[in-house]
């Protein structure tokens, strides 16, 4: 197993469902900067028309974790399906894993005075099939899935649809896929010229190889 969610940011009305339901799922702590899951929001013009651009993010939970890889008590750690982790009770906040990872996605908790994160809910996982973003996404834009499962909705869609990922050259190899949209003129105005665009066919080697490599390394 190899756990893993594709984006259809396009379908995003930044409701603010996904985030309220992970906060109830999760107990995270409140605060608008306490957050395991947020909507990005990045504004602009052409010829003179004002846009927005929404890109739902979290934890990309890296093949390549750089998290994982600085933390000097192993308290960031990858358990079994791919999900990044971090156990409160050895963390000594030395924001080592904040500040390696590419996309902001980790904070201090508070009330348990360590990093806290996203982790795919995987407490609900085997009960639920899958997250509480998802479950709540009124617009269907979460797909949540295993990525080594080839009859998966999530590797049905991914063979289906072109797919970029966030800070692609940092080589962390997240496992969050932005889908292309199928508007043109969205695509053209959220996707930048340098962004590399993918598809199953070509991502699947490079994926299955790094996950061989690391994945001797997860804790069952």
């Known amino acids: 197993m190899n756990y893993a969610m594709a984006l259809n940011y396009q379908n995003c009305i930044n409701c603010k469902a996904c985030e309220t339901a992970c906060k109830e799922e999760n107990g995270v702590q409140l605060g608008a900067h306490k957050q395991r899951i947020w909507v990005g929001a990045v504004e602009g013009t052409i010829f003179g028309k004002p846009y927005m651009n929404l890109y739902p993010s979290q934890c990309n939970h890296c093949i390549n974790a750089p ?18 982790k ?9 924001k080592g894993c904040m500040e390696a990872c590419p996309y902001d996605a980790r904070f201090i908790d508070d009330t348990m005075v360590a990093v ?27 797909l949540f899935g295993d990525l080594d499962d080839e009859e998966s909705d999530l590797v049905q869609l991914l063979k289906t649809k072109r797919f970029f990922f966030q800070k692609e050259k940092s080589g962390t190899l997240p496992k969050l896929f932005y889908i292309v949209p199928d508007d043109e003129h969205y695509a053209k105005q959220s996707i930048s010229h340098d962004t590399i665009i993918h598809t199953w066919d ?3 080697p490079v994926y299955n190889y790094a996950r061989d490599l690391r994945s001797i390394e997860w804790k069952r």
């Open 116 to 142: 806290d994160k996203c982790t795919f809910c995987d407490h609900r996982i085997e009960e639920y099939g899958t997250t509480a973003c998802q479950a709540t996404c009124p617009t269907k834009v979460r």
């Open 67 to 84: 998290c994982v890889n600085v933390c000097p008590t192993h308290a960031s750690h990858v358990v079994a399906g791919g999900i990044v």
């Open 86 to 94: 971090v156990d409160p009770s050895m963390c000594i906040l030395c």
């Open 202 to 204: 070509d991502f699947k």
